[in-house]
């Protein structure tokens, strides 16, 4: 089954603490991308890689870490910096060229108790 | 003013309306748009691709782009329960930047 997986689905942090969202996918895509999700508002861009060991800041990447070591891995690392971490984030990956359509995972909602 | 507007709703229609969803727009560099399907607590599934103007149907769904408007549109023929979810429009630049920019979302219930 190709596809992207997020993994935990749900996850509690306490404040202070940081905490890492995974994100992988079996597509063969090139580009990886997070976003986050608040209620009535649209997705907003954290980070992007668009190939392995290399990425860049999206509109709202202050509190975030990321890494890519991997092709298909495209870890999340929400810090204690983040002011505001609960949210629903997402992961997508698309391919480089041809039909550049991003295919989403199927999210973690973090909630910081 | 946001880039992409979107009329988050809710919108509520009896099965089998014809539903009408809209998204305005001011940068007129984007070039490609789409729409997104999204079910409670999942992530978003694309239903519809389009580039520049112009109209594109795919079963039940039409995408429209107007650029001289910086209007798109979809329609949902003979709408049914299963299609109650949170539609997202996106759109991007061309060129080879891939990031996209979305609207915040229409809720839609389809009653049955």
């Known amino acids: 089954d190709g596809g992207i997986t997020q993994s935990p689905k749900y996850l509690f942090r306490k404040e202070g603490q940081n905490v890492t969202l995974s994100c992988e996918q079996n597509?063969?895509?090139?580009?990886m991308y997070w976003y986050r999700q608040d209620p009535g508002q649209g997705l907003r861009l954290i980070y992007y890689s668009q190939i392995v060991n290399d990425f860049q800041k999206g509109d709202i990447a202050e509190g975030y870490s990321v890494s890519r070591e991997k092709k298909e891995s495209f870890p999340l690392t929400v810090t204690s910096a983040q002011k505001n971490p609960t949210a629903f984030y997402l992961c997508a990956s698309s391919m480089e060229t041809g039909t550049d359509t991003q295919y989403f995972g199927p999210g973690t909602r973090l909630t910081v108790l | 003013q946001k880039e992409v507007e979107q009329d988050p709703g809710p919108l509520s229609v009896p099965e089998g309306a014809i539903v009408s969803l809209n998204c305005t727009y001011s940068n007129s560099a984007f070039q490609y748009f789409m729409w997104y399907r999204q079910y409670s607590r999942k992530g978003p599934e694309l239903l519809m691709y389009t580039y520049s103007s112009g109209n594109k149907e795919d079963g039940r769904f039409t995408a429209q782009v107007d650029k001289s408007s910086k209007y798109i549109s979809l329609f949902i023929r003979d709408s049914q329960p299963s299609d109650s979810a949170t539609y997202l429009c996106?759109?991007?630049?061309?060129?080879?930047?891939?990031?996209?920019?979305f609207g915040s979302g229409t809720q839609l219930t389809v009653l049955p």
């Open positions: 996106a759109m991007r630049l061309s060129g080879s930047a891939r990031q996209l920019t």
């Open positions: 597509l063969n895509h090139d580009a």
